[in-house]
Nanobody, 122 residues
Framework: QVRLKQSGGGKVQAGGSLRLSCEVT????????VGWFRQAPEKEREFVAG????????EYADSVKGRFTATRGNDVYTAYLQVDSLKVEDTGIYFC???????????????WGPGTQVTVSS
């Protein structure tokens, strides 16, 4: 009964922003990680960011540091990825995923969302 629902993707111009959402139901969040990944055509899926639910500690890929921010809601089990100063190369399908243990890693996630498309035009 674990479900991940995503929203917030869309089409924006370079330099624009979006707020991606990931609503998770069916599992507790203590000592859990919500990770964010993206995949562009002809590219492998890559790790973008991760957040430890209990502590709010977040880590980011070098390519997005200073531009993307991972957060979570206080009273609802929804994670967010704020994506600012978007570049054309940020285009891709963005997935959220849940890992059932800490620390934040780039592999080993147990549940995956359906993805949401982010398209950045020049």
């Amino acid at each position: 009964q674990v479900r991940l629902k995503q929203s917030g993707g869309g089409k924006v111009q370079a330099g624009g922003s979006l707020r991606l959402s990931c609503e998770v139901t069916g599992i507790p969040f203590n000592n859990k990680v919500v990770g964010w990944f993206r995949q562009a055509p002809e590219k492998e899926r890559e790790f973008v960011a991760g957040i430890i639910w209990e502590t709010h500690h977040a880590e980011y890929a070098d390519s997005v540091k200073g531009r993307f921010t991972a957060t979570r809601g206080n009273d609802v089990y929804t994670a967010y990825l704020q994506v600012d100063s978007l570049k054309v190369e940020d285009t891709g399908i963005y997935f959220c995923a849940v890992r059932l243990s800490t620390p934040i890693t780039q592999r080993g996630y147990d549940y995956w969302g359906p993805g949401t498309q982010v398209t950045v035009s020049s």
